[in-house]
């Protein structure tokens, strides 16, 4: 995948947590493309090897490891293992994230005759919500960003050098109908990344947050496309919404990707949340 301009990553480390992701793969590969040493931090190893391996077939160097990110001691193993391969991370993509069935609700907005269905088994209210289910979108979102920077911030810290860069999302500026486990742990993550910015900004460690609109990954493919291909009442009210008109390329989110990794181009820039959504988040609707 050519990159759109090229940074100068050469002798840095990159982390990219949810290194796997249909998103994340191709941040992953557009660092490595920059001369970065790119470590792909994944749930399960066979799946970060696989895209350490298409970005090594290619050329450049990357190396697929298994980390759970809600996991402190799988995290400081991962961290030993990228320290020893490539060296210390210069640079941190919090991209592991994601929503679960058990925090969403299966209407848009509770009616009088939705309160005569609370507890019917298919049908899930606001009462219905499942507390595990929300805990384990926010941990999975939050903590699961929280943690990745505790264990390779920490010798940014004493290098006193380094870029975090966190996954948000369009949900922490307007949240979505439906989904309000996701969109308040993406509000938590853009507020941490502004909290985190202002807390190392003597330590010259840089963070900041990419917001991206709507793509299509394959976590929400079956909530925006039909079997036969043509998109759902929801990805429509969506692109109604984007003055694009369209959905977002995952290559369309390296720009930005680059952009904030690289001290040059964004040396005096931190605790800033960049949207990448086709003008949504700039529109009212009329």
């Known amino acids: 995948m050519p990159v759109p301009f090229k940074?100068?990553?050469?002798?840095?480390?990159?982390v990219v947590t949810g290194g796997a992701g249909v998103l994340c793969s191709v941040m992953a590969e557009a660092l490595a493309e920059c001369g970065a040493k790119v470590a792909i931090l994944g749930h399960k190893l066979e799946a970060a090897e696989k895209v350490a391996d298409t970005i090594c077939m290619k050329g450049f160097k990357a190396l697929g490891v298994e980390a759970d990110v809600l996991?402190?001691?799988?995290?400081?193993?991962?961290?030993?293992k990228v320290?020893?391969?490539?060296?210390?991370?210069?640079?941190?993509?919090?991209?592991?994230?994601?929503?679960?069935?058990?925090g969403t609700t299966s209407n848009e907005f509770l009616t009088p005759d939705d309160m005569k269905k609370l507890g019917s088994e298919g049908?899930?209210?606001?009462?219905?919500?499942?507390?595990?289910?929300?805990?384990?979108?926010?941990?999975?979102?939050?903590?699961?960003?929280?943690?990745?920077?505790?264990?390779?911030?920490?010798?940014?810290?004493?290098?006193?050098?380094g870029v975090i860069i966190n996954i948000s999302s369009m949900n922490a500026f307007?949240?979505?109908?439906?989904?309000?486990?996701?969109?308040?742990?993406?509000?938590?993550?853009?507020?941490?990344?502004?909290?985190l910015a202002?807390?190392?900004?003597?330590?010259?460690?840089?963070?900041?947050?990419?917001?991206?609109?709507?793509?299509?990954?394959?976590?929400?493919k079956s909530l925006l496309k039909k079997p036969d291909g043509s998109f759902t009442d929801r990805a429509k009210k969506i692109l109604n919404m984007t003055p694009m008109g369209r959905f977002g390329e995952a290559d369309e989110l390296v720009g930005a990707l680059l952009y904030l990794s690289d001290n040059k181009a964004s040396g005096f820039v931190s605790g800033v949340v960049l949207p990448v959504d086709g003008a949504f988040s700039a529109y009212s609707g009329v």
């Open 7 to 14: 940074v100068d990553l050469r002798e840095r480390t990159a």
């Open 71 to 80: 996991d402190i001691g799988s995290l400081k193993n991962a961290e030993r």
């Open 83 to 102: 320290s020893e391969a490539f060296g210390p991370c210069d640079i941190l993509v919090n991209g592991a994230g994601g929503n679960h069935p058990k």
């Open 123 to 161: 049908f899930v209210s606001f009462f219905d919500l499942d507390p595990e289910g929300v805990k384990s979108v926010f941990n999975l979102n939050f903590i699961g960003t929280l943690l990745p920077t505790q264990v390779f911030a920490k010798e940014m810290a004493e290098r006193r050098s």
């Open 174 to 195: 307007c949240p979505l109908t439906k989904i309000p486990a996701y969109s308040g742990a993406k509000a938590a993550v853009s507020n941490f990344t502004q909290w």
């Open 198 to 220: 202002v807390h190392f900004s003597k330590m010259n460690v840089r963070v900041n947050a990419i917001a991206p609109g709507f793509f299509i990954t394959k976590q929400n």
